[in-house]
């Protein structure tokens, strides 16, 4: 067989390849040689294989599948703090409101006011009980009311009068010094409602403002509490120096209940005037 084929051929082919080196190669035909890509050698394989492969012992616990962790409460950032809103700021101003002034508060004279107050609602067509007394008095004394007993204008006739010109001439005031009017100015005491309260008292302070009293004399607890309102207390109040209208006042005991009762009478003489700056003994 050695003798039927020629390798010679083939033999000179293999002998060029090896010296031509790791540089150069020849290809498929046109046999041209051509630069040779370099290739990075691969890892050796390892000579032993190791023995079988043991995974990691795997605990119960990692085993199950980790439990996703409750979501935490979405914290709810506070809102900022929105500044306080003022009275003046969430309502409208109040609407100012004029006061429409009564016609007696104009009044110029003791006669001009008595024809005025006669108008108002609660003297319309009534007969008025008035001032009786000199022009501007040293001492005014001031009544709830008229007494039933006394006919208009002769109040300084009646024992009630006497009693009193007696007690202030010893506190060296002349009995034709002294003057008397009235809170509610008809014949009839009692409790008014706070409307007709209020409108009393700007009466007498229209009419103090007329008659310019040095002083004047409030008596009873009733009458007091109406001049005065409710926040005094009578029996700490009586014989002190007092105020209404700008008018120096003293209240005292009831003179009618005075009149007849010696206990008033003292309780009066020694404790509440004494108390009082007003008169001189």
Not at 46 to 75: D, I, L, N, Y
Not at 179 to 204: C, D, H, I, Q, W
Not at 232 to 250: H, I, Q
């Amino acid at each position: 067989m050695a003798e039927e084929f020629d390798f010679s051929a083939l033999r000179s082919y293999l002998q060029g390849q090896m010296d031509l080196g790791d540089s150069e190669v020849y290809l498929d035909e046109p046999w041209t040689p051509k630069k040779r890509v370099a290739t990075p050698a691969a890892p050796a394989a390892a000579t032993s294989r190791p023995a079988a492969f043991s995974a990691p012992a795997v605990s119960a616990a990692s085993a199950v599948p980790p439990t996703r962790p409750a979501s935490r409460p979405q914290v709810v950032q506070p809102s900022q703090p929105q500044p306080p809103v003022f009275m003046s700021d969430a309502m409208p101003a109040p609407r100012s409101v004029s006061r429409t002034a009564s016609p007696f508060e104009s009044a110029s004279s003791l006669q001009d006011f008595y024809a005025q107050i006669n108008n108002e609602k609660i003297y319309t067509g009534k007969t008025l009980y008035r001032y009786e007394g000199p022009e501007h008095p040293a001492v005014l004394l001031l009544f709830q009311a008229p007494h039933v007993e006394i006919p208009a204008g002769h109040f300084f006739e009646s024992s009630v009068a006497e009693m009193l010109k007696r007690m202030f001439a010893s506190l060296n005031v002349a009995p034709e010094s002294i003057g008397v009017t009235f809170f509610y100015k008809l014949p009839e005491s009692r409790n008014f409602p706070p409307l007709l309260e209020a409108a009393l008292r700007k009466m007498l302070a229209k009419e103090l403002s007329l008659l310019a009293p040095s002083t004047m004399v409030t008596f009873g607890e009733p009458l007091f509490h109406q001049v005065f309102g409710k926040g005094k207390n009578f029996m700490e109040s009586a014989g002190t120096d007092m105020e209404f209208a700008g008018v120096k006042t003293c209240a005292l005991v009831d003179a009618f209940a005075m009149e007849g009762d010696k206990q008033l009478k003292l309780l009066t003489w020694k404790t509440h005037l004494p108390k009082c700056s007003y008169f001189k003994r």
